[in-house]
């Protein structure tokens, strides 16, 4: 039987923009937001131990339905107790549908009307998810939050391949919807499902997507088909259409962002929830990301550098190690360089998030934001 719970709780609402911060309560504990989400594709942050990402105090991964159906498979998944247990996390997990990596596949995949039949991109086996199935894997998973299956398309695209995307995906999503009210979750926690809001660049068909799904029970809301190669200002654009006509009490997750700026603006706007691979992807390519901006830790300037990654904060980070050493880890080819510079950036990420909520409380969030991005990250392009 499925109950709906109250599951998210705004306790404050900047008074001169629309950031908001919350609480969302999953089986596994309080989240609070705004919030980053580590990406743990494979239910693995890659180069750093995510145990350490709990104790630099996130309390929620995001995983890929897709990945891990794949590998290690679903009756493995069972078998181990789900992916909680398998991985030994004590806290909350997302899994994305996999809609995103079906999307990416491009021809080794084929969009029919009842779900997207694909061949694997690791031995070339073919599958089929449908809405069906890809909660049922979810189900498997044991995420705390699942997502809806949707179809993604790119950017630029032509108003008639987004309302026919549009259209199929609110199709499947209801029918998401469907399968998990009348299914039960397998490691006896409640599983909370979320929709995605689909239509391109196109206001009109955004507004459609929401008052279809925001008519529905969904647990919260996902602005889903940005960061695909639009521009940064379309993109806010579209998130601040959608947060002007999303539900007030629902968590809103903006999809696959982003950069410090990408996620300052869009808390501005009224997003609540984020992922992204940048802050682990540009640190295994030695870009890493501080309190007084972004670095390039190869750079032969930091080649007899004492000063520490990080001068001075209260993070759990590697503040004891000198850019002098950590360049040496880097040009040297050390494995330890690629964790430390992904920990100092996820430590970045969950300070950024967690500073902006303070200021959300403190009525400050806009100055504050404005004043950090102008000097440390202004946006580029």
């Not at 609070?32 to 131990?49: C, S, Y």
């Not at 709990?54 to 339905?65: C, E, F, M, P, Q």
Request: net charge neutral; with cysteine; hydrophobic share 40%.
């Amino acid at each position: 039987m499925y109950v709906r719970l109250h599951t998210f709780e705004v306790v404050a609402i900047d008074p001169q923009t629309k950031a908001r911060a919350g609480i969302l309560r999953t089986d596994h504990g309080l989240v609070e937001t705004p919030v980053f989400m580590p990406v743990a594709t494979q239910g693995a942050i890659k180069a750093l131990d995510h145990r350490i990402a709990a104790a630099l105090g996130y309390s929620i991964l995001l995983s890929n339905t897709y990945h891990l159906y794949l590998r290690p498979g679903t009756d493995a998944l069972r078998a181990l107790g789900g992916l909680h247990q398998m991985i030994q996390w004590a806290g909350a997990i997302l899994t994305d549908s996999g809609g995103f990596q079906v999307y990416s596949l491009g021809a080794l995949r084929r969009i029919l009307d009842d779900g997207v039949e694909f061949r694997s991109h690791i031995d070339g086996s073919r599958h089929l998810f449908t809405p069906e199935s890809v909660i049922a894997t979810q189900r498997a998973i044991g995420s705390d939050v699942m997502m809806s299956f949707d179809e993604c398309v790119g950017y630029p695209c032509t108003r008639h391949d987004a309302e026919s995307a549009l259209q199929r995906s609110i199709r499947w999503e209801r029918e998401c919807l469907h399968v998990h009210q009348n299914s039960a979750p397998l490691y006896g926690f409640r599983q909370q499902l979320y929709a995605i809001i689909q239509g391109s660049v196109y206001p009109d068909l955004r507004r459609q997507s929401i008052e279809e799904l925001c008519a529905l029970p969904f647990d919260g809301y996902a602005i889903g088909g940005l960061a695909v190669g639009e521009p940064a200002e379309t993109m806010y654009e579209i998130t601040d259409f959608c947060t002007d006509l999303l539900p007030l009490d629902k968590p809103r997750y903006l999809m696959g962002v982003g950069s410090p700026a990408n996620i300052l603006r869009s808390i501005a706007l009224g997003v609540d929830m984020f992922d992204c691979v940048m802050p682990t992807r540009n640190a295994r390519n030695g870009t890493i990301f501080t309190t007084r901006g972004r670095i390039n830790i190869r750079n032969q300037r930091f080649k007899f550098s004492h000063e520490p990654v990080e001068p001075a904060w209260n993070e759990l980070g590697v503040e004891a190690h000198s850019l002098g050493y950590l360049r040496h880890l880097f040009v040297s080819g050390e494995i330890l360089g690629l964790t430390l510079a992904t920990w100092q950036n996820l430590a970045f990420y969950r300070w950024l998030v967690r500073t902006a909520r303070q200021k959300i409380l403190d009525g400050t969030f806009r100055q504050w934001s404005k004043e950090f991005l102008e000097q440390y990250y202004p946006e580029q392009g």
